[in-house]
């Protein structure tokens, strides 16, 4: 897991597998940048090949604290197993999803994103 | 992990059923063991890919489903296919720090993302439950392959 500084707001990284045993370090890293005032977090799931329920948990609670603060949990996000996970859950529009970073410089924020390899 | 068997082997269900047992420590950091094997028997069963991910995904949410694996114990897999169907059985032996599997039973056997685990658990599965079995809680779920004659 890794994160970079986006203009837009920070962005991190996560690759391979995101489960049972990801999940806490992954809340950990987002609740922190909460913390420090971050309302708009970037979650970059390019990587990423699998996603469990408490995964979710932890994207929906997130988002949750994201919104009360005044902001969003955006997914970046093109893996289909991913996907799916979303769209069963019914979670696929409750998150602004986009397909690559440079999508973000389409947001609201409307900064320009830097690709970060 | 402490044991992984097989036994009456048996490709594509053309006889008996092939079982594979598979016990480990309830631990996050080992939960990929059950998603492993969940694969490999699914190719064994004739499952394509799509429906290996599914099986992979639906075993991660029986065995998380426990809150054991957060509390210490062993967790059981019994992983069953015969003609192009696959049968997971999950149970948990607590530890001497767990104590979920005493008297639980309904609803409080599943954690905390318990109702995403059933959404997902319906979409991915032919069929899914919750039993009590010799006064422990057991998950289980049954796939069967799109393709089979079954």
Same mark, same amino acid.
Not at chain 2, 31 to 54: N, P, Y
Not at chain 2, 112 to 131: F, I, P, T
């Given at each position: 897991?890794?994160?970079?500084?986006?203009?837009?707001?920070?962005?991190?990284?996560?690759d391979?597998?995101?489960?049972?045993?990801?999940?806490?370090s992954?809340?950990?890293?987002?609740?922190?940048?909460?913390?420090?005032?971050?309302?708009?977090?970037?979650?970059?799931?390019?990587?990423a090949?699998?996603?469990?329920s408490?995964?979710?948990?932890?994207?929906?609670?997130?988002?949750?604290?994201?919104?009360?603060?005044?902001?969003?949990?955006?997914?970046?996000?093109?893996?289909?197993?991913?996907?799916?996970?979303?769209?069963?859950?019914?979670?696929a529009?409750?998150?602004?999803?986009?397909?690559?970073?440079?999508?973000?410089?389409?947001?609201?924020q409307?900064?320009?994103?830097?690709?970060?390899? | 992990?402490?044991? /992984?068997?097989?036994?009456?082997?048996?490709?594509?269900?053309?006889?008996?059923?092939?079982?594979?047992?598979?016990?480990?420590?309830?631990?996050?950091?080992?939960?990929? /063991?059950?998603?492993?094997?969940?694969?490999?028997?699914?190719?064994?069963?004739?499952?394509?890919?799509?429906?290996?991910?599914?099986l992979?995904?639906?075993?991660?949410?029986?065995?998380?489903?426990?809150?054991?694996?957060?509390?210490?114990?062993?967790?059981? /897999?019994?992983?069953?296919?015969?003609?192009?169907?696959?049968?997971?059985?999950?149970t948990?032996?607590?530890? /001497?720090?767990?104590?979920?599997?005493?008297?639980?039973?309904?609803?409080?056997?599943?954690?905390?993302?318990?109702?995403?685990?059933?959404?997902?658990?319906d979409?991915?599965?032919?069929?899914?439950?919750?039993?009590?079995?010799?006064?422990?809680?057991?998950?289980?779920?049954?796939?069967?392959?799109?393709n089979?004659?079954?």
């Amino acid at each position: 897991m890794t994160q970079v500084s986006e203009d837009n707001g920070p962005l991190v990284v996560v690759d391979g597998e995101i489960d049972l045993a990801v999940a806490p370090s992954l809340r950990e890293r987002l609740e922190t940048l909460l913390a420090a005032g971050h309302s708009t977090l970037y979650l970059d799931l390019l990587d990423a090949t699998f996603l469990d329920s408490t995964a979710l948990g932890v994207l929906v609670t997130v988002r949750e604290q994201c919104q009360r603060a005044g902001g969003a949990l955006h997914l970046i996000v093109t893996e289909p197993r991913i996907l799916k996970v979303l769209e069963i859950t019914g979670l696929a529009t409750a998150f602004p999803l986009h397909g690559s970073r440079p999508d973000l410089a389409g947001t609201d924020q409307g900064d320009e994103t830097t690709r970060h390899e | 992990m402490k044991r /992984l068997d097989m036994s009456d082997r048996d490709d594509r269900g053309g006889g008996r059923p092939e079982v594979i047992a598979l016990s480990f420590p309830a631990r996050a950091d080992l939960v990929a /063991l059950a998603r492993f094997t969940a694969a490999s028997v699914g190719a064994r069963a004739g499952f394509d890919v799509e429906e290996i991910e599914d099986l992979r995904l639906a075993v991660d949410e029986l065995v998380v489903s426990f809150e054991a694996v957060q509390a210490g114990g062993t967790i059981h /897999l019994r992983y069953t296919h015969d003609a192009g169907t696959v049968t997971i059985e999950c149970t948990v032996e607590p530890g /001497l720090r767990s104590h979920p599997s005493e008297g639980i039973a309904g609803g409080e056997l599943w954690g905390g993302d318990g109702e995403l685990s059933r959404q997902l658990l319906d979409a991915l599965v032919d069929e899914h439950g919750r039993e009590q079995r010799q006064g422990r809680p057991c998950v289980w779920l049954r796939k069967h392959r799109a393709n089979a004659s079954a």
